[in-house]
């Protein structure tokens, strides 16, 4: 069959057909179009649904973040007045012993602690750390605090004097780390605490040291 021929043939197929053939054509291009608009719908749909998700997963997350933060700031600022009464050079006379004040100081230590351990898994593995650093650092003025009797009048510093120089040596490496390591800690811990929450951190915390 020559070339002309074929043409010939499909030529009459179509007059054949007529309209029809081009009302298929339409019909079959518009239902495309159809269910192409009907599986774009389902496709945005899915999305849409994909995005509400996260942003309520986010939201949670979020909400739960902003409580640990609550705790834990609550406790590290508690710990930091706490030590900050025994350490002031003036005690006044209406302010509780030395004894309560340590007391009070190791029980808020460990709420501290405690704190820390149920959520730390909500900040980064560095805020984590350096939650730990400042515990640390807060034992470790508590045991220079405590090495010797809390009262100056008590006999041993009679019977050794030396020992009572011993003591005041202890107090201020207490105090050095009070006023350094963990004073700097708190504020990074608090600048973190800020980030996450999503407010300025540029304010310092002025605190009065009298």
């Given amino acids: 069959m020559s070339f002309t021929e074929i043409l010939q043939l499909a ?8 309209g029809g053939a081009l009302i298929v054509l339409a ?3 518009w239902l495309g179009k159809v269910w192409a608009s009907r599986i774009l719908q389902q496709e945005r749909h899915q999305l849409e649904l994909f995005r509400k998700e996260h942003e309520i997963r986010f939201s949670k ?3 739960e973040r902003a409580e640990a933060i609550k705790e834990l700031a609550l406790k590290l600022q508690e710990l930091d007045d706490s030590l900050h009464q025994i350490l002031k050079d003036f005690q006044p006379i209406e302010d509780s012993d030395l004894d309560t004040k340590i007391a009070n100081f ?3 230590h460990g709420e501290y602690i405690t704190a820390h351990k149920k959520n730390r898994l909500y900040f980064s593995k560095e805020t984590d750390q350096r939650m ?3 515990a640390l650092c807060a034992r470790d003025a508590y045991i220079d605090i405590t090495i010797h009797p809390l009262d100056v009048a008590d006999t041993q510093y009679e019977l050794l004097p ?5 003591r005041a040596e202890y107090w201020d490496d207490a105090r050095k780390k009070f006023y350094n390591d963990i004073d700097q800690l708190k504020e990074k811990l608090e600048a973190e ?3 996450i929450l999503g407010v300025d951190g540029s304010e310092k915390n002025n605190r009065d040291r009298s």
Wanted: hydrophobic share 45%; glycine share 4%.
């Fill in 61 to 63: 997350l979020h909400l």
């Fill in 106 to 108: 190791k029980r808020i």
């Fill in 27 to 29: 019909f079959s291009s």
């Fill in 132 to 134: 730990h650093r400042l």
């Fill in 162 to 166: 030396d020992l009572l120089k011993e």
């Fill in 193 to 195: 605490f800020r980030e």
């Fill in 11 to 18: 030529t009459a197929v179509i007059t054949s057909l007529g």
